[in-house]
């Protein structure tokens, strides 16, 4: 641990120098200054050619960072970041906008001075006016994301035309610089004028590789490469955005959507159906090599997918009724006869990396977690974390007799073919979805929920009033994803922070308002090196799992992706991604 904090100290002490090419946590940056490439890019890959994609349900924005309205597809493809993240480091991320920060010896202030070439598309220059309106107007009038993101950054002030200076309210959060990095920066002169909350029909302006070339509501949106792009040379970008246009035609339905894949209206499809990967890649066009199928193994840490209850409902309150719930649903059987036995339970907030909690909690997580043992699950201490595992043969009479019993301890009964509490309510909810698709998995859990007396019902409604519903939090039960990432840190106050809970738009749908958890949570973010923060994820990991907050679905740990052969590719992949945006249109289909 104390070599792990001296590497750490040397790290950040060299981004005291004033003007490092980048920012790192807990990692070695591999590329020097002034590099030419990324070594997953072939700097020499030709321009020109279609990119065409597919999207589903609708938009009616092109405003991205308003809580209004469905945002179009590929709106990012619009703008330029301060910094841009590397495919294969982790958490190492090199200048865009900015060429060079400068981070304080105690970590309470970031300065970033910016490349004076960097224009928007009307060829005007990007300021340290516009990083602070991107700023102060995102986190302003910005979805609830932001304000939580940048919780802890005091102000931005301008330094000069070319340098911008934000101020921290605290010195213990080590990854605040880096996430800054991360901020899209928007032209201040563009939006005067202009209602940034009512603009759905306001078609932006950036400064990145592409611009809004057509559209049509709720049918396409296409891009054209900007061959003015100030950035095409910079070494982050140098043999990447090699499509002259990117167009995202909209499907209503996924079965619609992959028949057209077949037969040649868009070029690239990564599957999220295991029974379509299994059955249905093997028409003539992936016989004759003409579509390719592959699955691409990645390192990727995996986070939670799972029916997700909503604790502002009374009946989820109760423990014993979430671990009761848990029970009905039958992975085992799911994953044999609906996924071809393709995927794996999920077990942790963070599965398929180091942060995942094993077994019992080790002496460093118990110094976090003693505290607050009295306010915790006993099973917390005292049994590792585990889903049932059922025989996978749609028998589950023991696992439905546990639940029971559980029920009846809760002070529930059954009442005909009802389950009754004490007071009479009927223990009744209801499962909303945004798409069909979910629908051949949540039936079978119904009617195993139905035997045991639960009155659940499935609820499918179209992909804006869900989307409505969500930030509204009104709902009993969703389908809920939490993305995390190696190095999770403020984006975790916006999933689980007591505070958001009453935030409209927030990602904490489970409506989690806890102490021990926000302390966790903080503890994450300040962590001073890369061993307090493993401990504090895992920690925070357990802690989650064993509150049965959500009944955990599953994950894959490799991409499943099929493509039309029009593509040529880099020798490497990047680590940490596809990289899609690295390929090129063969010469034949450019024409």
């Known amino acids: 641990m104390i070599k792990y904090f001296i590497i750490i100290s040397i790290l950040l002490v060299s981004l005291f120098a004033k003007g490092e090419h980048y920012l790192a946590i807990g ?32 938009f009616n924005t092109l405003n991205s960072f308003v809580l209004k309205g469905a945002k179009a597809a590929g709106l990012s493809l619009l703008y330029d970041t301060l ?33 004076e070439k960097a224009k928007f598309h009307d060829n005007t220059q990007v300021t340290a006016k516009d990083v602070k309106f ?33 101020h921290f309210k605290t ?13 899209t920066v928007i032209p201040s002169h563009f939006w005067e004028g202009k209602d940034f909350l009512d603009s759905d029909a306001v078609v932006p302006l950036g400064s990145g590789p592409y611009m809004i070339d057509k559209y049509k509501y709720g049918k396409y949106i296409s891009y054209k490469l900007n061959q003015n792009y100030w950035a095409k040379d910079l070494g982050v970008n140098r043999g990447q955005y090699n499509f002259s246009i990117v167009k995202y035609d909209y499907y209503k339905d996924r079965s619609v959507a992959f028949e057209a894949f077949k037969s040649g209206e868009f070029d690239y499809q990564l599957e999220n159906t295991a029974k379509r990967w299994a059955t249905q890649y093997d028409s003539i066009n992936f016989k004759n090599g003409n579509i390719i199928k592959k699955e691409l193994p990645h390192e990727n840490v995996e986070g939670m997918q799972g029916l997700a209850f909503n604790l502002r409902k009374a009946i989820f309150q109760d423990i014993a009724v979430r671990k009761a719930i848990n029970l009905a649903f039958d992975f085992e059987w799911t994953n044999k006869y609906l996924f071809y036995n393709q ?22 997580e118990l110094a976090l977690l003693k505290p607050f043992q009295d306010r915790l699950p006993k099973s917390v201490f005292s049994v590792p974390f585990t889903s049932s595992i059922t025989k996978g043969d749609g028998n589950i009479r023991k ?35 945004g798409s069909a698709s979910f629908q051949k998995v949540v039936n079978p859990f119904i009617k195993n929920l139905k035997k045991i007396g639960i009155d659940a019902t499935v609820r499918i409604i179209d992909r804006v009033a869900y989307a409505n519903r969500l930030k509204s939090f009104d709902f009993d039960m969703i389908v809920a994803r939490y993305n995390v990432s190696l190095s999770p840190g403020n984006e975790l106050r916006n999933y689980w922070g007591s505070k958001s809970k009453y935030i409209k738009g927030s990602k904490n749908y489970i409506g989690i308002e806890s102490e021990v958890i926000d302390v966790l949570i903080e503890k994450i973010i300040t962590a001073p090196d890369r061993t307090a923060l493993i401990i504090a994820v895992k ?47 063969k010469e034949s289909y450019r024409k």
């Open 27 to 58: 990692s070695t940056p591999k590329y020097k200054k002034g590099f030419s490439h990324f070594e997953y890019v072939n700097p020499n890959a030709p321009k020109g050619g279609m990119l065409r994609l597919a999207s589903f349900g609708t």
């Open 83 to 115: 910094m841009e993240s590397s495919g294969d480091e982790p958490f190492v991320a090199y200048g865009l906008i900015a060429k060079s920060v400068e981070v304080s010896a105690k970590n309470d202030w970031v300065i970033f001075r910016l490349n």
């Open 134 to 166: 991107s700023f102060d107007t995102l986190v302003s009038k910005g979805t609830p994301l932001y304000k939580r993101y940048y919780l802890d950054v005091q102000k931005a002030e301008i330094i000069d035309p070319l340098t911008i200076k934000f």
């Open 171 to 183: 010195d213990k959060n080590r990854e605040l610089p880096f996430i800054l990095g991360q901020l």
């Open 343 to 364: 995927y794996k339970r999920l077990d942790s907030f963070f599965a398929n990396s180091e942060l995942s909690s094993k077994g019992l909690p080790g002496k460093e």
């Open 399 to 433: 696992e439905l007799r546990e639940a029971m019993d559980m029920l009846r301890q809760a002070g529930w009964k059954l009442n005909t073919d009802k389950l009754m509490e004490k007071n009479g309510n009927v223990l009744k909810f209801e499962i909303l979805l």
């Open 539 to 585: 920690a925070l990991d357990r802690v989650l799992l064993h509150h049965h907050y959500v009944v955990p679905n599953w994950y894959i740990s490799s991409d499943r992706l099929a493509y039309w052969d029009k593509f040529e590719q880099p020798s490497k992949k990047p680590k940490y991604g596809i990289g899609l945006f690295s390929w090129w249109i």
